[in-house]
């Protein structure tokens, strides 16, 4: 008799939505970027950035990890982060409970930096 291949178990992916296989595994690109007012005022002599103000996180994902660095890579040369640097990180779909049938994102290995 031929063994047969058991279909992944698909989750509910908190706070993305969707449904995801347990385990799969993703690569997150991570840079900052000005909002639209910072990026009117910036200019100007009197400019004074504030962080929590002027800025927003901006995030992309992705399958491969090639994918992921030349992303970044395009973006850091490009000019659009505000500290000319992304991150890249993988990221994996893992299940605290199987009963309740939702999966988060959760990081694995080290952050890489692309500058």
């Known amino acids: 008799m031929a063994k047969t291949e058991r279909a992944p178990r698909l989750v ?6 969707g ?3 347990i385990g799969k595994r993703r690569f997150e690109v991570e840079w900052q970027e000005l909002t639209a007012s910072a990026k009117k005022r ?7 950035h504030d962080r929590d103000r ?9 399958d491969t990890k090639e994918a992921a660095r030349a992303f970044a890579r395009k973006t850091v040369d490009a000019y659009k982060t ?6 890249v990180e993988e ?3 893992e299940v605290s409970d199987l009963r ?3 999966g988060e994102w959760a990081e694995v290995g080290e952050v890489e930096y692309v500058d």
């Open 12 to 17: 509910w992916v908190y706070p993305d939505g």
């Open 19 to 21: 449904r995801e296989p």
């Open 42 to 48: 910036h200019k100007l002599p009197d400019y004074d």
């Open 54 to 62: 002027d800025e927003v996180s901006v995030v992309r994902h992705f």
């Open 82 to 87: 505000v500290y000319g640097s992304a991150t």
């Open 91 to 93: 990221q994996v779909l």
């Open 100 to 102: 309740d049938g939702v």
